[in-house]
């Protein structure tokens, strides 16, 4: 999605209040798309509030997208530039609606902040999630996952952008308000590489390498982009 230069700065927009309990951390798995970590989303521990939400809005789960080349990867592009890969933490409005499958299906249903990753310095708190990839590799592979804090994982800047979109898979229903973060976070060759040693495939298949595993870019038509930095 073409961020930036079809974007109004909006004052209105509030900073987005974020406050995730580790300890809500499930399990890591291979879901044949991409790599998953959800956590337990039974109750109000981990929310975000403010921003362009109306409610607060619970974390079920995280996951990324990237390329085969650090070329491209993004879901979203910034000035007409892919980054090699985009984090996406799901989180859905628990206040208007009683299950996730219900909330997916709903316009204030789903609140889904992306972060760019680029090529850089290596990510401390990443590598946490690098090391549980090997046990993975193939798809529908799961292990457990104890304690993680995926805040360490979202920039300090606050700016951002938002828009009202979809799911970027399948039922790819219109339930996303997207808060895109400026600010993308640095991650080191070897991070990346470890992406890409995931497989689309199950264990006895024909291996697949898990890359390009991003939809492309869909045109803007009117749809607005809101910042919240001038
Ligand atoms: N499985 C049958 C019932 O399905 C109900 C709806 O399931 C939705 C599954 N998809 C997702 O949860 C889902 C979540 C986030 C994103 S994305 N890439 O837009 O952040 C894409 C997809
Ligand atoms: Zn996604």
């Known amino acids: 999605h073409p961020l930036w230069q079809n974007s109004v700065y909006d004052p209105v927009l509030k900073p987005l209040k974020i406050s995730y309990d580790p300890t809500t951390c499930l399990h890591i798995w291979n879901n044949g798309y991409s790599f998953l970590v959800e956590f337990d989303d039974s109750a109000d521990r981990s929310i975000i509030v403010g921003g362009p939400l109306e409610n607060q809005y619970r974390l079920k789960q995280f996951h990324f997208h990237w390329g085969a080349i650090n070329e491209w990867g993004s879901e979203h592009t910034v000035d007409c530039k892919f980054y090699p890969a985009e984090l996406h933490l799901v989180h859905w409005?628990?206040?208007?609606?009683?299950?996730?499958?219900?909330?997916?299906?709903?316009?204030?249903?789903?609140?889904?902040?992306?972060?760019?990753?680029?090529?850089?310095?290596?990510?401390?708190?990443?590598?946490?999630?690098?090391?549980?990839?090997?046990?993975?590799?193939?798809?529908?592979?799961?292990?457990?996952?104890?304690?993680?804090?995926?805040?360490?994982?979202?920039?300090?800047?606050p700016d951002y952008w938002t828009y009202a979109g979809s799911l970027t898979t399948p039922?790819?229903?219109?339930?996303?308000?997207?808060?895109?973060?400026?600010?993308?976070?640095?991650?080191?060759?070897?991070?990346?590489?470890a992406f890409r040693m995931l497989l689309f495939t199950s264990d006895g298949e024909e291996e697949k390498r898990m890359v390009d595993n991003f939809r492309p870019l869909q045109p803007l038509m009117n749809r607005t982009v809101r910042s919240s930095f001038q």
Do not use: R
């Open 171 to 193: 039922p790819l229903t219109e339930s996303v308000t997207w808060i895109i973060k400026k600010q993308p976070i640095e991650v080191d060759e070897n991070q990346l590489e």
């Open 93 to 157: 409005n628990a206040v208007a609606y009683p299950t996730f499958e219900e909330a997916v299906m709903e316009g204030d249903g789903l609140a889904v902040i992306g972060v760019f990753l680029k090529l850089g310095a290596h990510h401390e708190g990443l590598q946490t999630l690098v090391d549980a990839l090997p046990a993975i590799k193939h798809k529908d592979t799961v292990i457990e996952f104890d304690v993680f804090d995926p805040s360490c994982l979202i920039p300090q800047c």
